[in-house]
């Protein structure tokens, strides 16, 4: 044993980062470093492949310390070391009692928190049994029309100690109402309510398209809400204000433009609290974010990490006290990043976005059933969504180190880039007059569609490929198994419940008028008035539309040609399908052989195999046979120099519609061509045209 140190470093020379970038342009033997090495977001931020002491700035450490300015490492120095994050699980069943078992089970089992999302026909303002609600009721979540219903709904969940929040669209101050008036119902005490109402009126224009009233009349009711939470519930236990990216985020924005809404949203919100008469301090702590995160690791990390430190300096700039400056955040796995085919992946895809939310220092988390983009989940998919997250939490402790990114030089300088560039556009959107502005004018829509056209061409050619969807497709999957519904039948048990509630009602809705106070609204829910009626009451007549935000996976295009493919297997019997033609030895057909029938599997299109053909006679004859009515030429470049042009012309001779081929033809393309070869496939191809350009060869009809 000795005390002398180590110096495991001591024998060799100090290495720079000029040092290493000399030997990897070395290593690149003349190819681009900045081509080969740097990824590029579709911000335009540049991702180094390596980062060093050098990219630290000269001045220290520009994070701050965590609870304190900017924000950037969390809004509490303790962040979630002692109790973790918040567990908050979506319910959405518009069956009363299959949803009071499933919100029993997660209580049970780990969930801290509830997400009650109202379906169509609430979010129009209409009861379960108005004859307009007919086709939107159970549309997208459960139906709430009345008091009486939330509390028999809530019956088996103590309020005094779960959270509620709530995803209502333009029916979210009417909701607020109702919710206050069932916490009074049950003797909730005012330093015993817990809850997000999420009143997001410009969340609300972006996805639908439309509010009730008129946007002032909207944000000022928004700011009576508020300003009520304020004064009524202690220390922000109780939130008004929702500013949700997910319209944003789910129309194909990128993390800049996601960040820059969001935050032109809160300033909008901060104004109008302000004028409602709140403090600039107390409307500051009213007001929670919602962000939606995608699958980049990094990139999530450092948005959540952006946000704080954007929210902090605007907040900062508003005059806003230091602890009301830290942003309050819920982290949500996004619907785009869901898939309809293979949802297993799924999980993988919520557990990526989860640990990156804990590890981003998100205050809540939510994380969706890997079937949720197929329809209603099950018992056994929502406790695969909260398990995702009590593993990395109970087991992995991700929450037991504060800011673990921190001090990391490849995210603290991605944070600071992102902030910066989503800074760019928040301010354009502010100079341009603010958030309502850019989504009357429709700027912030053509913005995200030029971004969304740019993604969906990397999608198109798998530079961002989708697993189990553009890559590794499975055509013999099984789907998983759904809640089935009997939407007639729900909507006729809440209509009898809907007659009981009006038969005892006392409460006149129509004396209230669009003047109407928070607690007017809450005593009128108190005294049976249903949400259609308060929402009636409360609608001027005016409204606001937009062109709304279309919402888009990131899969679709590919998930069309599954179904058109799964459309052609029912109407005929088979899938549409390719031959391989595998020329030479298994050991020059094989990697481009399968490469292809992973192509082809991506668009539903069925690939027949074989062992290989050493001529051009005997492939044409086993085509003829295969019943395929395309074909694609799989080996090597120096059998394609022997036998690619005869193969070709003998495919088509015997009745092959179209020929492709399986790697670049280079200089040779124009001699193929010729020879009778339709199209090439290879990395970096159109994928999705070649397979929209086959179903059109093979009658496949596109849906």
């Given at each position: 044993m000795t005390d002398a140190s180590l110096p495991l470093a001591g024998d060799f020379p100090p290495a720079s980062h000029a040092d290493w970038l000399a030997l990897v342009e070395k290593a690149l033997d003349g190819a681009p470093f900045d081509k080969k090495l740097v990824a590029r977001t579709l911000d335009g931020i540049a991702i180094q492949p390596l980062y060093t002491r050098e990219h630290w700035p000269a001045e220290g450490?520009?994070?701050?310390?965590?609870?304190?300015?900017?924000?950037?490492?969390?809004?509490?120095?303790?962040?979630?070391?002692?109790?973790?994050?918040?567990?908050?699980?979506?319910?959405?069943?518009?069956?009363?009692?299959?949803?009071?078992?499933?919100?029993?089970?997660?209580?049970?089992n780990g969930v801290t928190s509830l997400?009650?999302?109202?379906?169509?026909?609430?979010?129009?303002g209409l009861d379960a049994d108005d004859p307009a609600a007919a086709d939107l009721f159970g549309e997208g979540g459960l139906s709430l029309s009345s008091v009486a219903e939330m509390d028999a709904l809530l019956s088996g969940v103590d309020l005094t100690s779960v959270p509620l929040a709530f995803d209502a669209g333009a029916q979210a101050p009417t909701l607020a109402a109702m919710t206050v008036a069932l916490w009074c119902q049950r003797g909730v005490k005012e330093e015993q309510a817990r809850g997000a109402f999420n009143i997001d009126p410009l969340g609300t224009l972006a996805t639908a398209g439309r509010l009730p009233a008129d946007l002032d009349t909207t944000l000022g009711r928004m700011a009576a809400i508020a300003r009520n939470a304020a004064t009524t519930f202690p220390k922000g236990?109780?939130?008004?204000?929702?500013?949700?990216?997910?319209?944003?985020?789910?129309?194909?924005?990128?993390?800049?433009?996601?960040?820059?809404c969001a935050m032109a949203t809160?300033?909008?919100?901060?104004?109008?609290?302000?004028?409602?008469?709140?403090?600039?301090?107390?409307?500051?702590?009213?007001?929670?974010?919602?962000?939606?995160?995608?699958?980049?690791?990094?990139?999530?990390?450092?948005?959540?990490?952006?946000?704080?430190?954007?929210?902090?300096?605007?907040?900062?700039?508003?005059?806003?006290?230091?602890?009301?400056?830290?942003?309050?955040?819920?982290?949500?796995?996004?619907?785009r990043v869901l898939t309809r085919r293979d949802p297993w992946v799924n999980l993988l895809r919520g557990t990526i976005s989860c640990f990156s939310a804990a590890v981003g220092g998100a205050d809540g988390i939510t994380v969706p059933p890997h079937d949720a983009a197929l329809g209603l989940p099950t018992r056994f998919s929502r406790r695969i969504a909260r398990n995702t997250q009590l593993i990395l939490q109970e087991e992995s402790q991700l929450n037991?180190?504060?800011?673990?990114?921190?001090?990391?030089?490849?995210?603290?300088?991605?944070?600071?880039?992102?902030?910066?560039?989503?800074?760019?556009?928040?301010?354009?959107?502010?100079?341009?007059?603010?958030?309502?502005?850019?989504l009357e004018s429709g700027r912030i829509a053509e913005q995200i569609a030029e971004v969304r056209e740019a993604r969906r061409k990397d999608i198109a050619k798998r530079?961002?490929?989708?697993?189990?969807?553009?890559?590794?497709?499975?055509?013999?999957?099984?789907?998983?198994?759904?809640?089935?519904?009997?939407?007639?039948?729900?909507?006729?048990?809440?209509?009898?419940?809907?007659?009981?509630?009006?038969?005892?009602?006392?409460?006149?809705p129509g004396a209230l008028g669009a003047t109407a106070t928070p607690a007017d609204l809450a005593t009128a829910a108190i005294k049976g008035a249903t949400l259609g009626a308060l929402a009636q009451a409360t609608t001027d007549g005016t409204g606001t539309t937009v062109a709304p935000l279309p919402p888009h996976s990131l899969a679709e295009d590919f998930e069309a040609l599954r179904d058109a493919a799964d459309a052609h297997l029912t109407a005929t019997g088979a899938r549409p399908r390719v031959f391989l033609a595998n020329l030479g030895p298994i050991a020059h057909h094989t990697a481009r052989a399968t490469y292809a029938a992973n192509l082809f599997a991506a668009g539903g299109i069925e690939s027949l195999t074989n062992e290989g053909f050493r001529d051009a006679d005997a492939c044409a004859a086993a085509f003829k046979d295969s019943g395929a009515g395309a074909a694609v030429l799989c080996s090597s470049d120096k059998v394609y120099d022997d036998l690619a042009e005869a193969t070709a012309r003998a495919l088509k001779a015997a009745g092959c519609r179209v020929v492709l081929l399986a790697g670049r033809p280079g200089d040779k393309q124009d001699a193929y061509t010729a020879a009778g070869i339709d199209r090439f496939i290879y990395m970096g191809c159109d994928v999705l045209g070649t397979l929209r350009g086959l179903h059109a060869d093979l009658g496949v009809t596109s849906r």
């Open positions: 450490d520009p994070s701050g310390m965590p609870g304190a300015m900017p924000f950037t490492r969390g809004g509490r120095p303790l962040a979630q070391a002692m109790s973790g994050w918040d567990i908050r699980q979506p319910h959405a069943n518009p069956d009363v009692a299959a949803t009071q078992a499933a919100m029993d089970d997660d209580l049970d997400l009650l999302r109202l379906d169509a026909a609430g979010r129009a236990a109780v939130t008004a204000v929702g500013v949700d990216t997910a319209p944003y985020y789910n129309a194909g924005a990128s993390e800049a433009q996601d960040l820059a809160g300033v909008a919100y901060l104004r109008a609290l302000e004028a409602g008469g709140l403090s600039l301090d107390d409307a500051s702590r009213q007001i929670a974010f919602t962000v939606s995160l995608g699958t980049d690791q990094l990139l999530s990390i450092a948005k959540l990490r952006a946000a704080r430190l954007m929210w902090a300096r605007i907040t900062e700039a508003c005059g806003v006290g230091e602890p009301a400056r830290a942003a309050r955040i819920h982290a949500v796995t996004a619907t037991r180190v504060i800011d673990p990114a921190g001090g990391s030089w490849a995210l603290e300088h991605l944070t600071e880039d992102l902030a910066g560039a989503a800074w760019t556009l928040f301010q354009a959107i502010e100079a341009d007059g603010g958030m309502a502005r850019a530079k961002a490929p989708i697993t189990g969807v553009s890559e590794f497709a499975k055509l013999d999957e099984q789907a998983p198994e759904l809640a089935a519904l009997d939407l007639s039948a729900l909507r006729a048990a809440a209509g009898t419940r809907l007659a009981t509630t009006r038969a005892s009602a006392t409460a006149d």
